[in-house]
């Protein structure tokens, strides 16, 4: 988590303009920011706040901060600073209390409990010695655990920027040159990219950079050109991002079956044959993404093709790899550090991988054979609405390879259609927003829905959400149900073991409300499809939590203690 980004440019800019480059990455983090360029430092606990002055500057980093070692507090946010060296931290040092005890004992001063600042410390100490070329391949050597950083040096017209494990990025614009977690911070700016590859770095100036390997050799890389849906990264009218990216759902699905039938039909070609050539298929993923996988294994085995998925921070415990292994990872961000780690574990073992992902050129992505994009854009809420649809919509166009009977090119629609239901929704809403506890039941189909819909209520409107198998009901939750108690079920078809599910609930006093499409319901969605289902009664959830949210004045698009990339394990 955390996000960073760095300017060198040969001209002046506004310091608020940077800030306002950082606050595209605040979905990284926002317990915390900060900046420093020229003499000045700037660093507070909270949301980030774009400065007003008229300030410029030509060489700035700044961070975004989510807090892993140390609490929320004005000392703890970066930069830190050290005598020569200031610099911003995405990542976790883990050997920081042994370089901590060393500095402690030579006398250092330090001014809060973070890793990060023994960064600072190691640095100043390493130049007393060398050049900063031999300080950061030291550093890379020398450091256990993960890291994307920028410092400042003193008198340097430099940035120097690492990376091992947590995502870095220069963006080359003309005349900058930019430094992000991710592409966000500068896709308004250049759309010509290089990627930091784990234990690489780079000597940036204003008009010039050059990267080293960790041993301080010379490595030339290629500039990646990306491309970027731009337009949708503001708010527009809309309240929050998460209602305006909710309300996006029918244009972005119809700009990814599009690209299926476009530019990405080679690749998607490509991933269908991969699929059917491996002997064994696995999907990974963390959150909703899991969900979306989830749905894509009971797609799948709908039409007989076997496939398994495994939460990513759970995947080395419970499934064997091999070479006959096509590990699939479903990720929005392709940042997510779990997920990772699962995919360096499976190709470990001789699997070959491949992704889902929503941010071109991400981590994720570039550790794949063969990788698909759901084109969503660019996702500012915290929690996963749109890309969550998109991962699923693509997962039924590849269960459709397989024979899996579905008609796609009316999805836009019958969401559309779903949306234009947001004000029933909102009234279901007040009534539910005062429960301190809920719970959706699913079966098959509906079940990884369940989920993915408690999920939403849990994160975004902080009421306790169970979703949970219809079946597993009685062996154990049923004992929370009580008069008033809301259960909210979902029927996809005639499914008589969910309506005996809920009957059961109802029978003890619990507040039943149903979500179906055969059977009668308090909102019947208009597909036959399971499938489609899923997806239309997932967006009711989205739609459920918003209203819940927005009604008890919650922090919609950043809640609490949450970050959207999660780049620590
Ligand atoms: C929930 C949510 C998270 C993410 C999870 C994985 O709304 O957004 O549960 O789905 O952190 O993130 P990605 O998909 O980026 O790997």
Redesign the pocket.
Known sequence: MCGIVGINSKNEFYVRDAIKRLKRLEYRGYDSFGYAYGSSLYKKTGHIVVPSSDDKTKRIIAHSRWATHGGVTDANAHPHVYENVTLVHNGIIENYQELKDLYLRKGHKFLGETDSEVAAHYFAEKLKEKDMINACSDFIHDIKGEFAILVLVKGDQNIYALRRDSPLVLGVGTDMNFLGSDIYAFSDATNMAIFFENDEFAVVGNDSFQFYDKHGKKISKEVQTFRWEQEESMLQNYDHYMIKEIMEQPKVVKRLLFSLDTEQKEKFHEFTAEMKKAKKIIFV??????HASLLGVYYLHRCGKAAQTIIASEFEHFIDVDEDSLVIA???????MD?IEALKYAKARGARIASIV?VPYSTVQRMSVISLNILAGQEVC???TK??TNQVALMLALAKEFGYKVNMESLPQQIQSVLERSGSVKDMAMGLKDNEHLYVLGRGLSYPVAREIA??IK?ISYIHAEGMMGGELKHGTIALIEKGTPVIGLVSGKDNAMLSNLKEVGARGANVITISNEAAGDIRLETSNDGKFGILASIIGQLLAYHIANAKGLPIDKPRNLA???TVK
């Open positions: 993923g963390a959150g909703t993404s899991y479903l990720s929005q961000s392709g940042e997510t997920v929503n915290v929690a996963a890309s969550f999920l939403k994160e959207k990339s999660v």
